[in-house]
Structures are given as C-alpha cells and as structure tokens.
C-alpha cells in the first residue's frame, strides 16, 4: 500500500516555464488537496477536489491549475513559474469525512 | 473565516520536561480539531484528533491534547519530553464549508535538549 505519492521529489525551473506536479494515491479518498509549506507560515491550502471532475480553490490559488479525472490523481500545473513560488509542495488525501489528512512525502520546487 | 493560531514558533524543553505547545482556534461552529507532526524531510503525520466524543484526546507518543470550548484551545502535552520528540508540530482544523478544508496553523518547533 503506497498512500500517497507525489512526483518529483525535487525541482529546478527557471522563471517562466510551466510544470506539472504529480499526486497519486490508491486510497480510494474521494478528498484530495495540495498544500505549499513556507517557513514560519504553516501549509497553506492551495487548491482541493472532493471528488472526481469537482475541484475548488483554497487560500493560495493564484499561478496554479488542477484538475481530477479519476480518483487516484490529483496533479498541480504551474503555467508560468514565478520565484515566489519556490517552495516545498505536499499532496494530501482524506476520507469523505472529517478524518485525517494522509500527506505525501513533498516536492521541493526552486524556481530561479 | 476559520482560523489557527499557535503560540511560540519555537519551544526549547530540557529532556524529561513537561511539553506544552499552545493552539487557539476561531470557528463560529465546533471544530474538527487535529496536531500533526513533521519531522525533517518527512510529509507531516497525524498524531491526534478531536472529533467531539471526548474533551481530552490521547495520541501516539505520550501525546494528548484537551479541548476547552471556553478558551477556544487545543493545546498539546506531554509530560516528560524525549529527544525523538523533537520536530515541527502543527495544530489544524477542519469544517466542512462547502468541501472539507483543512487550515494550519503556523506551526511550532520543537527543540529538546539533552
């Protein structure tokens, strides 16, 4: 049982250039998000979906796209990376309640 | 709007020290409460959740936190600290406000000397 996974775990981009980071999880959650985690802010919600084809924005959506085709996956588009957007990236995933949150191990995103 | 405050973003504790780290909320609805721990270069882990059975919660580790209403806190203990204990906590809450969201708090590190 593999959680969640994301890909890559790190990342270099220049200023400019888009990206996709990866999220997978064999779960079966139906709620997924991504977080972006700052030194002394705390994870900070950027985009969740409570289900397939359902997404909605969190507290930092701007310069990020989502999308949920199936269950399983949940990743993070980038279109035009800004270096206030180095940062350290977490997907996470939950049951269809009020449960814990299941965090994937992180990407770590420089963007020069 | 929810949110989470947590006092001090750095605690020192000598080893076999009491553990207190502090959490206040503000939700105009009781709360789904949680503390996770993050310990470097990890994804942050759960260590216990309020889900309004019981005012004091027990997690792993010799962790617990009690819910006062009243104050609006959560704050987590532990009564004697271990170096293993060191890492960065996070207090978090979850209501259900159209989709479930999950705010963080700023977290605070945890730091256990010998």
């Known amino acids: 049982n593999a959680g969640v996974t994301q890909t890559p775990k790190f990342q270099v981009l220049k200023t400019g250039q888009s990206m996709t980071l990866q999220c997978a999880q064999d779960m079966n959650h139906e709620y997924m998000s991504w977080y972006r985690q700052d030194p002394g802010m705390g994870l900070r919600l950027i985009h969740y979906s409570v289900g397939a084809g359902i997404t909605d924005q969190g507290e930092v959506p701007n310069g990020y796209n989502v999308s949920r085709s199936t269950t399983e996956d949940f990743p993070l588009r980038l279109l035009s990376a800004a270096p206030s957007q180095t940062s350290v990236y977490f997907c996470a995933s939950m049951p269809g309640d009020f449960g814990e949150l299941f965090f994937g191990e992180g990407s770590r995103l420089t963007v020069l | 709007a929810q949110s989470v405050t947590q006092l001090g973003s750095h605690v020192s504790v000598s080893e076999g020290a009491l553990v207190l780290l502090r959490c206040n909320y503000s939700s105009s609805v009781p709360p789904y409460l949680f503390w996770y721990v993050q310990y470097p270069n990890q994804g942050l882990q759960l260590l216990l959740k309020y889900t309004s059975a019981a005012t004091l919660v027990k997690g792993i580790n010799g962790f617990e936190a009690e819910f006062k209403k009243s104050e609006t806190s959560f704050h987590l203990t532990k009564p004697s600290a271990h170096m293993s204990d060191a890492a960065e906590y996070f207090c978090?809450?979850?209501?259900?406000?159209?989709?479930?969201?999950?705010?963080f708090g700023a977290g605070t590190r945890l730091f256990v000397k010998a």
């Open positions: 978090a809450v979850t209501r259900n406000t159209g989709g479930f969201k999950t705010i």
